[in-house]
Nanobody, 115 residues
C-alpha cells in the first residue's frame, strides 16, 4: 500500500500564502493522480485539488482561483500552493491517491488561517 506524508502547514493571517508538500512511498506504479483533501472539526474529509500523471488538474470551486497544484520531478511528490488564504481554509490537509484515495492516510498537516 502507498503511504503519504504531508508537510508545510502552519499559522498564517488571512490573505497570506502557504505551500504544502506531499511525499508518497510504496507501490507507486499504481498511482497516477495525487489529490489533496482537508478536514475541519465536525466535518468529513473533503476533496480540495488533484493532479494526474499528465498534469491535468482539478479543484473544488471554493479554492479554484487561489490554489494551485503541481508535481515534483519525482513522481512521488506533489505540492499545493495556497494563496489568498481565508479563515474557512483552516483545516488539516492530507494527500492521497486520486480519484480513489486508496493509500494509507498520513497524519496530515494543520493549516490555521487567522482573521
Amino acid at each position: 500500500q502507498v503511504q503519504f506524508v504531508e508537510y508545510g502547514g502552519g499559522l498564517v493571517q488571512a490573505g497570506g500564502s502557504l505551500r504544502l508538500s506531499c511525499v508518497s512511498s510504496g507501490s507507486m506504479f499504481s498511482i497516477d493522480g495525487i489529490g489533496w483533501y482537508r478536514r475541519t472539526p465536525g466535518r468529513q474529509r473533503e476533496f480540495v485539488a488533484a493532479i494526474t500523471g499528465s498534469n491535468w488538474t482539478t479543484f473544488v470551486e471554493v479554492v479554484k482561483d487561489r490554489f494551485t497544484i503541481s508535481r515534483g520531478n519525482a513522481k512521488n511528490t506533489a505540492y499545493l500552493q495556497m494563496n489568498s488564504l481565508k479563515p474557512e481554509d483552516t483545516a488539516i490537509y492530507y494527500c492521497n491517491s486520486w480519484p480513489f484515495p486508496d493509500g494509507s492516510w498520513g497524519q496530515g498537516t494543520k493549516v490555521t488561517v487567522s482573521s
